[in-house]
């Protein structure tokens, strides 16, 4: 198992600050979210992504994955085709820098004019886009990871829609909370996602109130988002890809600074693994 971090926890960080970040406190990797404090956009700013990927690499510093806006829930034929698109010029860009993944979102059921689309209709929505790009994906090995998040929180849909994609070169990003937040457990996201999951988002939240669905991230361990189990099972199921914290500071300026939140997740994602490897 190795540790990572997006840089959406330190939107304010430069290139040379991240890297030195991971180096000096134990990480073994990094996930680009954000660039100078910006979502990368894999055209306009390859040249950057190219220059972060190498001083990297210079510092013995991995790139687990590249994160993009993509999600394929939209109504218009043409809007999806134009996501499609969007991915395909991440998979040139992922295979240009010699990084193995690509994040995507499905994205949310959404309404917008006229009725709103069914479970199944949005799920072919995303299978369809994502059947689209997997030849491109596998013709230069980057994986394509479908997220549980939005409408796709769920393991089980994910697991669905994958079922259906049926391409080696698409899997899943297990997110530590929007499973749990739809109540699936540790085990019943790895049983659902099996061969598929090839990436994993930690975090920790809880609610403003009980009872009440609007949380609060917190540092690991502090909140209600049994991420402990979640490691130990990822450990008992011998689990040897890649955990990224994903400190969400660029979305929620609130958050405690880069400074204090990833030297924490750092040191208490480490002793977790250390005692269950342990016993």
Same mark, same amino acid.
């Given at each position: 198992?190795? *540790?990572?971090?997006?840089?959406?926890?330190?939107?304010?960080?430069?290139?040379?600050?991240? =890297?030195?970040?991971?180096?000096?406190?134990?990480?073994?990797?990094?996930? @680009?979210?954000?660039?100078?404090?910006?979502?990368?956009?894999?055209?306009?700013?390859?040249?950057?992504? /190219?220059?972060?990927?190498?001083?990297?690499?210079?510092?013995?510093?991995? =790139?687990?994955?590249? #994160?993009?806006?993509?999600? *394929?829930?939209?109504?218009?034929?043409?809007?999806?085709?134009?996501?499609?698109?969007?991915?395909?010029?991440?998979?040139?860009?992922?295979?240009?820098?010699?990084?193995?993944?690509?994040?995507?979102? $499905?994205?949310?059921?959404?309404?917008?004019?006229?009725?709103?689309?069914? /479970?199944?209709?949005?799920?072919?929505?995303?299978?369809?886009?994502?059947?689209?790009?997997?030849?491109?994906?596998?013709?230069?090995?980057?994986?394509?990871?479908?997220?549980?998040?939005?409408?796709?929180?769920?393991?089980?849909?994910?697991?669905?829609?994958?079922? /259906?994609?049926?391409?080696?070169?698409? $899997?899943?990003?297990?997110?530590?909370?929007?499973?749990?937040?739809?109540?699936?457990?540790?085990?019943?996201?790895? #049983?659902?996602? $099996?061969?598929?999951?090839?990436? =994993?988002?930690?975090?920790?939240?809880?609610?403003?109130?009980? $009872?009440?669905?609007?949380?609060?991230?917190?540092?690991?361990?502090?909140?209600?988002?049994?991420?402990?189990?979640?490691?130990?099972?990822?450990?008992?199921?011998?689990?040897?890809? @890649?955990?990224?914290?994903? @400190?969400?500071?660029?979305?929620?300026? /609130?958050?405690?600074?880069?400074?204090?939140?990833?030297?924490?997740?750092?040191?208490?994602?480490?002793?977790?693994?250390?005692?269950?490897?342990?016993?």
């Amino acid at each position: 198992m190795k *540790f990572g971090f997006s840089t959406l926890a330190c939107p304010f960080w430069s290139v040379e600050q991240i =890297v030195d970040a991971a180096a000096h406190l134990g990480y073994d990797g990094v996930e @680009w979210r954000l660039l100078n404090g910006n979502v990368i956009d894999p055209v306009a700013g390859r040249e950057q992504v /190219e220059q972060a990927v190498r001083q990297c690499r210079q510092r013995g510093i991995g =790139v687990c994955a590249l #994160d993009t806006s993509c999600r *394929f829930n939209l109504r218009a034929p043409h809007d999806r085709e134009a996501q499609v698109t969007s991915l395909l010029h991440w998979i040139e860009l992922a295979h240009a820098v010699e990084v193995p993944l690509l994040r995507v979102f $499905g994205g949310a059921n959404q309404a917008g004019e006229g009725p709103v689309p069914s /479970e199944d209709e949005v799920n072919s929505w995303v299978v369809a886009a994502l059947r689209a790009a997997a030849p491109a994906a596998a013709r230069v090995g980057v994986t394509v990871a479908l997220e549980t998040h939005d409408a796709f929180s769920s393991a089980r849909r994910t697991a669905t829609v994958l079922r /259906e994609v049926s391409s080696a070169h698409v $899997g899943a990003l297990w997110d530590s909370h929007h499973p749990y937040r739809v109540g699936e457990t540790a085990e019943e996201v790895i #049983d659902a996602l $099996g061969p598929h999951l090839v990436h =994993v988002h930690v975090k920790d939240a809880r609610r403003r109130t009980p $009872g009440n669905m609007d949380w609060q991230l917190v540092l690991l361990g502090e909140g209600e988002v049994p991420v402990r189990e979640q490691l130990q099972s990822l450990v008992r199921r011998q689990y040897q890809g @890649w955990v990224c914290v994903e @400190w969400e500071k660029k979305w929620h300026p /609130e958050l405690v600074e880069p400074e204090v939140a990833l030297p924490q997740h750092i040191a208490w994602l480490k002793q977790v693994v250390e005692e269950t490897s342990a016993v």
